[in-house]
């Protein structure tokens, strides 16, 4: 239906005037209703080669400029400016950009529902119970209104994504709207997506505690630091010996030059103390022999320093009682250690540490020489050869056994400035040993011994090698930065790493979308990010090759890696005010203009800009809510101020 005529053409808009018979801003085609005199909304007009061409109304006026009375009668001349969008070719296929432009006086018409599927190439038979899903209703179109916007799962899924916005734009109900949409239909539902959400916020339970009612998916819900199943949550672990050097340097905070090697030797001597202490007797054998050559070339140390008898035989007293201390300190060392003889050694390099007139007589070095002797030297080099398997089970109580073992050595050379370098990366150890934020690392779930049985521990694999788990939502709203940080990388990174291992049509099969909420809290654009490589910005550059993509949810862009940002080719982009925000979003964004930085700014909770691979062009949208909701509605404050008095003496279970 016409509802106009260019008067004006210019490079990036039309001057349209309309039809004096057209009366109000909607029209009625074929039983439809279709609104066009609103800001935003679609109109079409043809040119010379009879291609369609898709405008905006970006502006509505009143051309008649007199002053009197009749300045508003109904009649008079009303025009609008549109800015074209693309073309809808005579094949009908959609094109962003206008090629031919439309001459003076072309027709302007409206823009129906069959022209928006050519447009946005949607597909409407997902609501045949036999059809495969291929597409989600997001929302409705904000430019042509009532008109249902789905989106390819296809294109939305098979590439990283972003959803921004301020707090309380709507991008948790984005998120959950999406994912329950996609398993809504028992018949269709995505039983093979493996979906994990790092709920920084704890509010994504509520979206899906309801599932059965309103989508068909399996949730299993994780939540650190409980020592039980509560409140529907089961206990989540990241354990300790999964960590890479890396990652143990970044939560320690450890220093390239000086600490971190020194916290790779500590590892080494973890695991081989874990041997000693837990090991059948041939691998403790191998071990207490590591440890008596240890024992000895400490002393050694001491020995031959240009010092007085008095001050070495001091010294090595000291190096002395404190290994006894450090293996007093666990049980089943002392006990490995009793049994294989080295405790008994021990105790006789202690007693020998006599002075006589401020000489020891050579009594200490050649019982030394008399327990090195025992020394089996080849099997010695074999163990200390033995790198530590990244991955492997150790005990994480002897890490500080290992640290003290690794600094009596630097003190026996002579270099007693290594318990200052490393006083501040020790101190974060402790924190690790001690402090009940870091059980969860702390712990391992049973029978988990390796990667592997870690990960099929967290989707619940069968023999067969099928998930239970559908989607996997991990609480994290009660970590620190550091361990939220840790967490999220850690277990990306595992499982990046199992899907690095696939090979061939393995690579395709059983994809894995990580759901990176608040994501400028641990995906920094910092560049002192504390670990060394960022593991999300290696998955958003080489995670489609092994089908893991990222869904980045985040309230402050400005903040996040700019490479994670850059390599995601889906945004939903909700209301954002904050003028740094707004000029990182303009920077990485195609086809981005004021226009669209306006309605970015003045969008309504729950509306967003959609740009990307997923749609044909910038779609101006109100998403659907989730049912059930996520929980982050905002706080009633008039209600909550003036509710009635609560009586006291009643059983109060809810403050």
Known sequence: MKVGKITSVNFNQFRVKISSEIRGNSVNLAGAVYYFGNIGSYLKTTNAVGENLLCEVISIFDSDNQLDKYAFDIDSNRELILKPIGTITRKSEFNLGVGIFPSIYSEVSIVTFEDMKIILNTKHGISEENTVHQTFYLGESKNLINYPINISINSFFNIHSAILGNSGSGKSNTIAHIIQEIHKKNSNSAIGSRILIFDVNGEYKNAFIDHQGSSDISVKLYKPNISQETDGYTPFFLPHFLMTLDEWS????????????????????????????????????????????????????ILNQADTDTANITAASSVISSIRSIIDGNHLLKESCGDL???????????????SYGNNNNELNDLTDSIYDKVDHDNFIMVQNIKLPHGDYFDYKFLRIAANIALLEEDARGNGRMREYTSTMLTRLDYFLENPDCEFMRSSPSGVLNEQLYLEKIWDFDDKGNHSNQMIIVDTSELSPDALETLTSVVSRLIFSSR??????????????????????YIKKDHRYILKENIFEKIAREGRKYSVYLLVSSQRPSELSETVLS?????????????IDMRHVYAILPYFSDDFANKIKQSAPGEALVFGNCVSM???????????????????????WFKPLIDYNADITDL
Not at 253 to 258: D, G, I, N, P, V
Not at 567 to 579: G, K, L
Request: aromatic fraction near 8%; charge should be positive; proline fraction near 5%.
């Open 250 to 301: 970044a939560f320690l905070l450890a220093t390239e030059a000086t600490q971190r090697p020194f916290w790779d030797r500590v590892l080494q001597e973890s695991y081989r103390f874990y041997k000693i202490g837990c090991s059948d007797n041939s691998q403790k054998l191998l071990f207490i022999n590591y440890l008596r050559h240890k024992v000895c070339s400490l002393i050694y140390s």
């Open 341 to 355: 003889g080295l405790y008994d050694d021990l105790t006789s390099l202690q007693k020998s540490c006599r002075l």
């Open 500 to 521: 690095k291992k696939l090979l061939g049509d393995m690579r395709r099969q059983k994809p894995v979308h990580l759901v990176l909420d608040e994501a400028h809290r």
């Open 567 to 579: 390599q995601c080719s889906n945004f939903i982009v909700h209301r954002i005010q904050n003028e």
């Open 618 to 640: 910038p779609l101006h949208v109100k998403i659907h809510q989730a049912c059930p909701e996520p929980n982050s509605k905002n706080c009633n404050i008039p209600e909550e």
